[in-house]
DNA sequence: CACTAACCGAGACGGTACGTCAGGTCTTTGC
DNA sequence: GCAAAGACCTGACGTACCGTCTCGGTTAGTG
């Protein structure tokens, strides 16, 4: 009854995906069709059907294949030891990947089959997410451990705080989403909102020495 | 050509838009339909088409429909100048009503319309988060005028720091959306993730003073 | 639920039931599909299935349509008084229908449905075999009348003994369908397959003589 | 290029035309499909299209194999010198073999491949019906050679006669399909419709003498 | 007796059509 | 005289089969 997967093409598999792909690049998510994904990848619709669940599957794995290429070493942060600058390193990073209109409608295609689906939702935390927010955890306890984050710190909270607020930016397009918000979310998740005492900013450090 | 709002009934407006966000929340998103509106509003679909330009659109509207009652007076957060129980209790205000079961799918279902439509996206910001945002910037500039916060912190950015992680978490459901959740996020968010100083920590304040 | 008729558009009707009479002409019965109706009439295909129940009937709507124009007056089988020349024209000129490239297709579509379907075989037989039947019964019961026919003869099954080999070989292919063979058949049936005694043939007669 | 016939597997070609013929009492023509058919004889499709053509040809091919017992032997009609009585019997089998519930649907299907495929058309005149036609002109000669036929008749168009009234009601339903029938068109046939005069009745004969 | 070519069951594949559902437009009709 | 009701064309849905193709595994006949 259900399909050998030991029979799988894998030249169909690569096609549906890079067509769902493109296609979300072009016509965007609401124009999104299991046929026109079939028509694209030169593929029967059956053969999509056979495979994957539901429309936002397919999303999924598109993402998961592109993702391929590095998926033997382990994502890693910058680690200069200059928190404030890694950070802002990588989240003006993060900016310009949100900003580049190749990925814009697949990711917010993918944030939206996240958003209805619970068990989309959990793949991506496992399959998609969790490198990467290992990776985040990862940089973080290497500066707590050099004590420039508070001993206390849950660094999962740690790591929304520094990216929701981009995330929800760019999603909810509730303002620009540019390198000076980048920035300017990094210093005041660092340095928290309320005032600092004099001399008390936890400036630039390297090897654990202020700079 | 354009319908003259004049004679626009009422009673169908409302009824469409009950039907909207009943049927969110008894079907989902993805079986929403403007037919499925149609009947269940007894009302004939050239009615919705006449006038809501999408689908979007009509879920937008009754989200505003909800927000009619309190219209007139401006929303206003707790102001006992304990700026972190404050905060702790708005934003598990927030999680409650993420929560809802009620609210759920029909909050999701505003959330997909907006990542996909600029338009509604701005919409949204004016009519809907504005009245929010401001009341949140307001508690803050309060707070800031009484000390709590930095002087030179963008308000935007900090009510991004405290409501995005909530509001993330909830999107992609990157973990369990908790009261614990909540009162952590504000407390990082105030404190900054840098370790303050020995007696630094800016405690319960009455009348801008320490308690 | 159900469709209301008042409401239904003639020219969608028309347009199917010419296409699909024309497409079993074009393609034959085996590749004639709803789809292809509904592409060639113009039509969506939910307005064939909205109004028919299966392709079978539609089909048999098609030829009811043909049959339309001469809808009023009565089918009339030439009466000249000589029965055996009456019957013999009356046969070649089916031979000739049946032989008829632009009929063969749509004949032979129509009589498969038949024998699939006993509810449309009562419907044929009602619409359409039953004027028919009539006229050639009259032909029959005049001749009856006249003497030229036995008293005691079912006429009904006197129509089918001259009629039924006809169709048959065209249905069955069992050998040429020619105007020899429609004479044959006639001549066959009316004097019988048995032997005549010597001056017994019945000659043809004209009112009631014989000639 | 072509299959090797030595290597076909007896069992596999038993069980599919087995299959065919059960499904098609069971399910009917129009949902027979090879696919259906294959499951059921435990084959892989690959060997129905191995070695058939189409789908009409399984079904042609079925009834060769009921045929197949008695294939040495040629078929026989009774022949008492009785040949009203002779003709009788047999026309009431042939009635009640179409009314035969398990036989009504198989042979549907086989009456109708025959009306669209000439080819099949063919196969069937040649293998199917041509012994059994054999027999029944075998029949009328020995009639014909006894003086109870005309010896100018032509003893296709006889059988014909007989037979085809009977096949046509069966197919088109156009009545009831009785033993009645079946004598009466005996009876109609053999006399013809044209009245005999006295004591003209060619009545029961045996060894060409009228008892 | 081993080898090898072919048939076999199985079932994935690119397709076509099915019958259904909803989208958005246009027409009719009843209040 | 508008708006409900709903028929219409369009197009995607998810399913069923089509006829082709590959895949291992028998199963003959050959060398």
Redesign the interface.
């Given at each position: 009854m259900a399909p050998n997967p030991s029979r799988r093409r894998e030249s169909s598999r690569r096609a549906i995906l890079t067509a769902a792909f493109d296609l979300l690049q072009e016509v965007?998510?609401?124009k999104l069709t299991i046929e026109g994904i079939a028509v694209r990848a030169g593929v029967g619709k059956q053969t999509i059907y056979r495979w994957w669940p539901s429309k936002g599957v397919v999303i999924f794995d598109a993402f998961l294949m592109l993702n391929e290429g590095g998926a033997g070493e382990a994502v890693l942060l910058p680690d200069t030891g200059d928190l404030h600058a890694d950070l802002t390193a990588v989240l003006r990073a993060t900016v310009a990947e949100l900003n580049d209109p190749r990925y814009d409608q697949p990711l917010?295609a993918l944030?939206?089959e996240?958003?209805?689906d619970?068990e989309l939702?959990?793949a991506?935390?496992e399959r998609l997410?969790k490198p990467m927010r290992h990776a985040k955890r990862h940089r973080?306890h290497s500066a707590q451990q050099a004590?420039?984050?508070?001993?206390d710190?849950?660094l999962?909270?740690?790591v929304?705080?520094?990216?929701?607020?981009?995330?929800?930016?760019w999603?909810?397009?509730?303002?620009p989403l540019t390198i000076e918000?980048a920035d300017?979310?990094v210093t005041?998740?660092?340095?928290?909102?309320?005032?600092?005492?004099r001399n008390?900013r936890?400036g630039r450090t390297v090897d654990g020495r202020a700079v």
């Amino acid at each position: 009854m259900a399909p050998n997967p030991s029979r799988r093409r894998e030249s169909s598999r690569r096609a549906i995906l890079t067509a769902a792909f493109d296609l979300l690049q072009e016509v965007g998510y609401a124009k999104l069709t299991i046929e026109g994904i079939a028509v694209r990848a030169g593929v029967g619709k059956q053969t999509i059907y056979r495979w994957w669940p539901s429309k936002g599957v397919v999303i999924f794995d598109a993402f998961l294949m592109l993702n391929e290429g590095g998926a033997g070493e382990a994502v890693l942060l910058p680690d200069t030891g200059d928190l404030h600058a890694d950070l802002t390193a990588v989240l003006r990073a993060t900016v310009a990947e949100l900003n580049d209109p190749r990925y814009d409608q697949p990711l917010r295609a993918l944030a939206t089959e996240i958003t209805h689906d619970p068990e989309l939702a959990a793949a991506y935390a496992e399959r998609l997410d969790k490198p990467m927010r290992h990776a985040k955890r990862h940089r973080l306890h290497s500066a707590q451990q050099a004590g420039q984050l508070a001993v206390d710190l849950d660094l999962d909270v740690a790591v929304d705080i520094i990216w929701g607020p981009v995330l929800n930016r760019w999603l909810q397009r509730s303002g620009p989403l540019t390198i000076e918000y980048a920035d300017s979310v990094v210093t005041a998740a660092l340095n928290g909102l309320h005032p600092r005492p004099r001399n008390d900013r936890v400036g630039r450090t390297v090897d654990g020495r202020a700079v």
